[in-house]
């Protein structure tokens, strides 16, 4: 499956924004979805993830409450939204799919987008 992901961009703190993955090339529903992020220096890091039939979440703790992934099986995209952006949000954005279950190890998805920078000032 190719992943591309876009709406990435500059925002203040306090703002919203919406994250999508276009999917391409197999069965996107067939695949756990999850957004994963990689600030400047720092390693890749888990976000959040969503069940193959997007009735299953789930959020690492520093985006719990705030953040919110879903898909839409039937047009292959999968979003990540996010509120009340703060400045240590700010990094490039990847979706990734993986086969298998759900999972919060980045090492364990197989395929990636290319990545989309959310930057938020303070």
């Known amino acids: 499956v190719q992943l591309q992901a876009f709406g990435g961009g500059l925002v203040q703190a306090g703002d919203s924004l919406r994250l999508s993955c276009a999917a391409s090339?197999?069965?996107?529903?067939?695949?756990?979805m999850g957004w994963f992020r990689q600030a400047p220096g720092k390693q890749r890091e888990f976000v959040a993830a969503?069940?193959?039939?997007?009735?299953?979440?789930y959020y690492a703790d520093s985006v719990k409450g705030r953040f919110s992934i879903s898909r839409d099986n039937t047009k292959n995209m999968g979003y990540l939204r996010m509120n009340s952006l703060k400045p240590e949000d700010t990094a490039v954005y990847y979706c990734?799919?993986?086969?298998?279950?759900?999972?919060?190890?980045?090492?364990?998805?197989?395929?990636w987008g290319q990545g989309t920078l959310v930057t938020v000032s303070s």
């Open positions: 090339g197999r069965t996107f529903s067939r695949y756990v």
């Open positions: 990734a799919a993986r086969s298998d279950a759900m999972s919060v190890d980045v090492t364990s998805y197989g395929w």
């Open positions: 969503v069940s193959w039939s997007g009735g299953t979440t």
